[in-house]
């Protein structure tokens, strides 16, 4: 399905939105793991190799409060 890589790069982000980063790196490698030639694939690969993944998300969550 070609809206799979999209719904789940989507998840991934509200996962990370609501600093979730268990369930954001799980979506992100399902995409990896399953989708590694689409554009998603390679976004997924990229966050996934970031270290700021989960300071970004530290970030957003002091920004909310």
Do not use: W
Not at 13 to 19: A, F, I, M
Not at 20 to 37: G, H, W
Not at 40 to 52: D, H, I, N, R
């Amino acid at each position: 399905d070609e809206e799979r890589p999209v719904v789940l790069y989507k998840a991934a982000q509200l996962h990370k939105k609501r600093g979730d980063m268990t369930a954001c790196k799980a979506y992100l490698q399902e995409i990896v793991n399953f989708f590694p030639n689409t554009v998603y694939g390679k976004m997924a690969s990229s966050e996934l190799a970031s270290p700021s993944l989960e300071q970004d998300v530290e970030e957003l969550l002091l920004s909310q409060q």
